[in-house]
């Protein structure tokens, strides 16, 4: 069985699917790597790399098409709504895709790729269990997001991190607010206070706290008259339009005497909360910054515009999006990871087995030859119509 990894298409997609050291354990699996040229250089993988490692690379998008029975992308159709389409002319009956594909909210995407006949599994789908953590992509390019975010508002906010005691006085440290203690949210926490902030975290679900305080943060507690907002898979629940209009106020306090925002509340499929008012903005110092991890989806704040940065009365939003492929080398490294565990659980005696009794098998599985399998696509797609 051939894997193809094609050159991602997606504008400014840095990554690739499959780094050189991920392919002798496809090997020993039974499966051939196969390359187009190119794919690897924007994350800092040359051509000659994969070859060492026992890759095939072909000089044409077409021709890996048409040699690979699996396709790995970053983003594939869906994830990649636009550039994406040039590629359903490649695929054929029973190939089958693998990637980040939106089937939760690009519901056209997922329609056109049952259209070809291909079988699709959607990273983005990844139950969050124990088994699951070595192919949870989302958690891992969270974490990247995370520490890009705070890099960047450290980048753009017009004094220091960390206090310093020097001859010419005393440099009071920045104060950095964290909106959502997920992934993204902790490893924001741990990146400001290694750069000398003074860190404050929040999050509707109780059971973080003692996380963000591992890590030296203060977790700010407001009274919303919800115990715990946590449901399944470990994402917030939303709130009611009462509970968000009292945590917009009580959050608006910290958000004023903070440095820098760091917003992170989104969940796959949804649009993101609005948590930052354009009122709250207007309260905060000239030269604040907020870094909005959410903007790919609406954004947090209400300011935001997604893929640009905006200064308004002062204070800088940014709301860039795809952090992870601003740090290309190391999310390739760790979504190969992911991607390559995930493959090889598929993977029996050199061919894909299709154990729907296995919860990661038949929660990843979108479009199987043709059809429409899962569940909650499903339903939204009868929503659709209906």
């Known amino acids: 069985m051939k894997v193809g990894v094609a050159k991602e298409s997606f504008p400014g997609e840095r990554r690739v699917a499959l780094i050189p050291g991920s392919v002798p354990s496809l090997t020993k699996a039974g499966l051939d790597a196969v390359f187009e040229v190119g794919a690897g250089d924007a994350a800092g993988f040359p051509d000659a790399q994969y070859e060492a490692s026992g890759a095939k690379l072909v000089a044409s998008r077409a021709e890996l098409f048409a040699l690979a029975d699996v396709i790995l992308q970053v983003r594939a159709l869906g994830a990649n709504p636009e550039a994406g389409r040039a590629d359903l002319e490649h695929l054929r009956k029973d190939q089958v895709v693998i990637g980040l594909l939106e089937p939760l909210s690009e519901l056209q995407a997922v329609r056109d790729l049952a259209a070809r006949g291909v079988t699709a599994f959607s990273m983005e789908l990844m139950p969050r269990i124990t088994r699951a953590q070595s192919m949870d992509v989302l958690s891992s390019m969270a974490n990247i997001a995370g520490y890009k975010a705070v890099l960047l508002a450290a980048d753009t906010l017009p004094r220091m991190f960390p206090m310093m005691m020097t001859a010419a006085g005393t440099v009071t440290p920045a104060k950095v607010f964290i909106i959502g203690a997920g992934v993204a949210g902790l490893q924001a926490i741990a990146t400001a206070k290694r750069l000398g902030a003074v860190v404050k975290a929040f999050d509707v679900r109780a059971a973080v706290k003692e996380q963000v305080q591992s890590l030296g943060g203060k977790f700010v507690e407001f009274d919303l008259g919800v115990e715990d907002a946590e449901e399944k898979g470990g994402y917030a629940r939303e709130l009611t339009e009462a509970q968000k209009q009292r945590q917009q106020e009580l959050m608006g306090q910290v958000i004023a005497e903070s440095d820098v925002v760091i917003t992170t509340a989104s969940v796959p499929g949804r649009k993101a909360p609005v948590l930052v008012k354009a009122e709250t903005v207007r309260q905060m110092h000239p030269g604040s910054v907020i870094v909005d991890l959410a903007a790919e989806r609406g954004g947090n704040c209400e300011l935001t515009q997604p893929g640009e940065t905006l200064v308004q009365d ?66 939204l797609l009868g929503a659709d119509r209906a």
Do not use: C, W
């Open 314 to 379: 002062g204070v800088t939003i940014i709301g860039l999006t795809n952090l992870p492929a601003r740090v290309p080398y190391h999310a390739s490294q760790m979504y190969a990871k992911n991607l390559s565990t995930f493959l090889l659980h598929l993977v029996k005696e050199g061919a894909i087995q299709f154990d729907l009794e296995d919860e990661i098998t038949r929660e990843t599985l979108v479009v199987r030859s043709g059809e429409i399998v899962h569940g909650r696509v499903k339903a």
